[in-house]
């Protein structure tokens, strides 16, 4: 992707991911399982956050606070999904999204998309839409304020995998950009092309952790 790494002020057990000189993505400790991908809705206050998904059902897994930066839960839905809670302390954390080397979007992959829907939805405050596009017959746009900022989309029944969060990160060119995770000895599951749109990948890192490529990519709504 071609970050380059820089230590959290204060606590070298974490890094931020940079590109341009800006923050893209952050790498911490994994204490829970195996390494994962995991987005972080920003949020004013981790604990009121927190104790509201465990009301509609989700667990805390663990929390972090970095003193100066932030601070941060991981949670699993009722699904077992994986995703966190970001409190700016006062970092606000990604600093460039939707631009090739950067985060271009966040999905939850689901078994229940209605339950799915139901819990994002009553804990962040997101409007639900749904639209479709080739080859998925049925995909939740999640919304706020008329922004997009997720999506849900429902598990087919022949891929063989658990419900999960996707990041996926704009690159100029996603053929390109897998030749080159394989080389690094990483993997490659999937690679799509959607009408008028672009390529999409399903990659993994050396340490198992998926994530999704697509490019070229145009400015999102």
Not at 93 to 111: C, D, F, M, R
Request: proline share 6%.
């Amino acid at each position: 992707m071609g970050w380059t790494v820089t230590d959290v002020p204060g606590n070298s057990e974490h890094q931020f991911f940079q590109f341009r000189g800006k923050t893209v993505a952050s790498l911490h400790p994994q204490t829970q399982g195996k390494d994962v991908w995991m987005p972080c809705v920003s949020v004013e206050n981790m604990e009121t956050m927190a104790s509201a998904a465990m009301a509609l059902g989700a667990t805390v897994v663990d929390t972090i606070d970095m003193p100066g930066v932030a601070r941060m839960a991981t949670l699993r839905d009722g699904e077992g999904t994986i995703f966190g809670l970001w409190e700016p302390a006062p970092n606000e954390g990604v600093e460039l999204v939707t631009e090739p080397g950067s985060l271009w979007w966040i999905e939850v992959l689901s078994n229940d998309v209605p339950a799915a829907r139901d819990f994002y939805c009553r804990l962040f405050g997101w409007a639900a839409h749904e639209t479709a596009f080739e080859p998925f017959a049925s995909y939740i746009v999640l919304k706020r304020d008329d922004v997009q900022e997720s999506g849900i989309l429902p598990i087919g029944k022949d891929w063989g995998i658990r419900p999960r969060w996707n990041s996926i990160f704009a690159v100029d060119d996603c053929d390109a950009t897998i030749a080159h995770v394989l080389r690094l000895g990483g993997g490659h599951e999937f690679i799509h092309t959607v009408p008028n749109a672009g390529r999409i990948g399903v990659v993994s890192d050396t340490g198992g952790a998926s994530f999704i490529v697509r490019g070229p990519v145009s400015p999102r709504r």
